[in-house]
């Protein structure tokens, strides 16, 4: 939709800014407007809008936020592009770097 579109914008603008509280309202808001099946942006959209979120929790040491929006990301990105795609392989590499901070070194 419309709107979730420029939530999707104000989210980007406030993460790059560095508000990211803001960010993580707007993302949310998106991600709440494409969860009505009518409204569906595609796998891809609704797995980068995750990473997203998880990006500006990751941002403000919200690990367990963080850690909860790639894992949902990655979810998505397994469910519509298989194990084997590489778009999966980054979003792995994203949820080990949140972990290395965290200093969760084991699984």
Not at 70 to 92: F, Q
């Amino acid at each position: 939709t419309d709107v979730a579109e420029s939530y999707m914008t104000l989210a980007s603008f406030c993460h790059n800014s560095q508000d990211f509280e803001n960010a993580k309202k707007y993302y949310q808001a998106a991600i709440d407007l494409y969860e009505n099946p009518a409204n569906d942006p595609g796998a891809e959209t609704r797995a980068t809008l995750y990473h997203c979120l998880g990006a500006s929790f990751d941002s403000t040491q919200d690990w367990d936020q963080a850690t909860a929006a790639y894992e949902k990301a990655l979810e998505i990105k397994r469910e519509a592009n298989g194990e084997e795609d590489p778009s999966v392989a980054m979003s792995y590499a994203t949820m080990a770097a949140c972990l290395f901070r965290q200093q969760k070194y084991t699984a």
